[in-house]
């Protein structure tokens, strides 16, 4: 079966998008280890006579954006905040940081002690590190409600927080649970389509009488973590990209936090992962925006939640001037591959440009599990698909670009106030 171009390249990025998800079995690790550490700060405060703090993730894992690393020895990285209940007035920075170490080491000593396995415990600029040897880290960051936000900004959305930071005297304000809510208002309304496939889906395959009704209710029972959106996927595309292109360059390497951003404020609900890369990488410049800072006209990427604050900021140090244009020249070159391998010249070729990009092992291997012959392929340069796959490959099942992940509680609020 011969498909076109923009149908083997979509599958093909889709299944690679998928690869990338984090391990069941090293999932299933970091939300146990999440649980365990959430439970035992709680009991900490609970046992002082004060009120629980609250565990929760932040950053790539609570976003769905969670890649594998492109070295086999590298480690994940899982970013919690631990919220605790207590006023500025009555804590320095430096004294709950302090605290926080304290709480954690006692946490490696209960480990030891209980024969679990003991993390290794060393301290950040921002956060204390949980280092679990060959699986991952853990950066927890220290953080006090934002109390005199939480009272401007009186709704839902005042999940303002305050974090420490060695090399600031001042506390700095930050909010990554309302920087999650807008991440998801970003995809929404894919995302409720998607929701509304899988429900309509799997009340057919049931044998139901399917109504609208039906759907909706079906649909408001899905969690919304095990959905991966076009966006989500392309997030990973994009930073396995990266990590590839700025190997052995780490002061150059775009930030995830700029890409992810940058992605979401480009997003126009597209619903294909194929389509939505190449509109990301042509739509996210706009978004760079020139402010006068001191005198000077600098690039500015607005953080949504706080426009006071810029993701770009790094581009602004004397020591790497060209951060920018970096990120630019790599943004451009992503846009040149995917339009090379749509215009086709075999799955060989489009194995040569993705396996340069994105690894050629897992290019290869997510093709093989696509059903394509890479050797027969890269021989006679024409693409060669099993009959018993093709339906997948050319994407006709009831909700293309989308892949179920396993659900766990560590998105969002600590493990008893979830």
Same mark, same amino acid.
């Given at each position: 079966?011969?498909?076109?171009?923009?149908?083997?390249?979509?599958?093909?990025?889709?299944?690679?998008?998928?690869?990338?998800?984090?391990?069941?079995?090293?999932?299933? $690790?970091?939300?146990?280890?999440?649980?365990?550490? $959430?439970?035992?700060?709680?009991?900490?405060?609970?046992? $002082?006579?004060?009120?629980?703090?609250?565990?929760?993730?932040?950053?790539?894992f609570?976003?769905?954006?969670?890649?594998? &690393?492109?070295?086999?020895?590298?480690?994940?990285?899982?970013?919690?905040?631990?919220?605790r209940?207590l006023k500025?007035e009555?804590?320095?920075?430096?004294?709950?940081?302090?605290?926080?170490?304290?709480?954690?080491?006692?946490?490696?000593?209960?480990?030891?002690?209980?024969?679990?396995?003991?993390?290794?415990?060393?301290?950040?600029?921002?956060?204390?590190?949980?280092?679990?040897?060959?699986?991952?880290?853990?950066?927890?960051?220290?953080?006090?409600?934002?109390?005199?936000? @939480?009272?401007?900004?009186?709704?839902?959305?005042?999940?303002?927080?305050?974090?420490?930071?060695?090399?600031?005297?001042?506390?700095? &304000?930050?909010?990554?649970?309302?920087?999650?809510?807008?991440?998801?208002?970003?995809?929404?309304?894919?995302?409720? !389509?998607?929701?509304?496939?899988? !429900?309509?889906? *799997?009340?057919?395959?049931?044998?139901?009488?399917?109504?609208?009704?039906?759907?909706?209710?079906?649909a408001?029972?899905?969690?919304e973590?095990?959905?991966?959106?076009?966006?989500?996927?392309?997030?990973?595309?994009?930073?396995?990209?990266?990590?590839?292109?700025?190997?052995?360059?780490?002061?150059?390497?775009?930030?995830?936090?700029?890409?992810t951003?940058?992605?979401?404020? !480009?997003?126009?609900?597209?619903?294909?992962?194929?389509?939505?890369?190449?509109?990301?990488?042509?739509?996210?410049?706009?978004?760079?925006?020139?402010?006068?800072?001191?005198?000077? *006209?600098?690039?500015?990427?607005?953080?949504?939640?706080? &426009?006071?604050?810029?993701?770009?900021? @790094?581009?602004?140090?004397?020591?790497?001037?060209?951060?920018?244009?970096?990120?630019?020249?790599w943004?451009?070159?992503?846009?040149?591959?995917?339009?090379? $391998?749509i215009?086709?010249?075999g799955?060989?070729r489009?194995?040569?440009?993705?396996?340069?990009?994105?690894?050629?092992?897992?290019?290869?291997?997510s093709a093989?599990?696509?059903?394509?012959?890479?050797?027969?392929?890269?021989?006679?340069?024409?693409?060669?698909?099993?009959?018993?796959?093709?339906?997948?490959?050319?994407g006709?099942?009831?909700?293309?670009?989308?892949?179920?992940?396993?659900?766990?509680?560590?998105?969002?609020?600590?493990?008893?106030?979830?």
């Amino acid at each position: 079966m011969i498909l076109r171009p923009q149908d083997t390249l979509n599958s093909l990025l889709v299944q690679v998008a998928k690869s990338l998800d984090v391990p069941e079995e090293l999932h299933k $690790a970091a939300v146990l280890e999440y649980e365990q550490l $959430a439970f035992f700060l709680e009991e900490l405060d609970e046992a $002082a006579g004060r009120r629980s703090p609250e565990i929760y993730s932040q950053g790539s894992f609570a976003l769905g954006t969670a890649t594998q &690393p492109v070295k086999s020895d590298d480690e994940y990285d899982v970013d919690l905040v631990y919220e605790r209940m207590l006023k500025k007035e009555g804590k320095t920075q430096q004294q709950l940081k302090d605290e926080a170490g304290e709480n954690l080491t006692e946490y490696v000593k209960h480990r030891r002690q209980t024969g679990q396995t003991v993390p290794e415990l060393s301290e950040g600029s921002r956060c204390w590190c949980l280092n679990f040897p060959d699986q991952f880290h853990m950066d927890v960051l220290p953080a006090i409600p934002d109390a005199e936000q @939480r009272e401007i900004v009186a709704t839902d959305a005042a999940k303002h927080i305050l974090i420490t930071d060695k090399s600031v005297r001042c506390w700095l &304000p930050s909010n990554p649970r309302q920087f999650a809510d807008w991440f998801r208002s970003t995809m929404e309304v894919r995302l409720e !389509a998607i929701k509304k496939s899988m !429900a309509e889906a *799997s009340l057919r395959r049931d044998g139901l009488v399917v109504n609208d009704w039906q759907i909706k209710q079906a649909a408001e029972s899905i969690p919304e973590y095990e959905i991966k959106t076009p966006l989500q996927r392309a997030i990973q595309i994009l930073k396995r990209h990266r990590d590839c292109r700025f190997d052995g360059d780490p002061e150059n390497r775009p930030a995830s936090i700029l890409i992810t951003t940058l992605a979401a404020k !480009a997003y126009s609900n597209e619903a294909n992962l194929l389509d939505a890369l190449l509109n990301l990488v042509h739509r996210m410049p706009d978004h760079i925006e020139e402010r006068e800072v001191n005198g000077q *006209s600098v690039a500015w990427v607005e953080n949504p939640i706080n &426009p006071s604050e810029n993701f770009a900021d @790094r581009w602004q140090a004397e020591d790497y001037p060209d951060r920018e244009k970096h990120f630019r020249v790599w943004l451009e070159q992503v846009g040149i591959e995917l339009e090379e $391998a749509i215009k086709g010249g075999g799955i060989h070729r489009v194995l040569d440009l993705l396996g340069a990009s994105l690894g050629r092992q897992v290019v290869e291997a997510s093709a093989k599990s696509l059903g394509y012959d890479v050797q027969r392929a890269s021989s006679s340069g024409k693409l060669a698909v099993a009959s018993s796959t093709a339906t997948l490959i050319t994407g006709t099942a009831p909700i293309p670009n989308t892949t179920p992940v396993r659900g766990h509680t560590f998105y969002g609020e600590s493990k008893r106030n979830r």
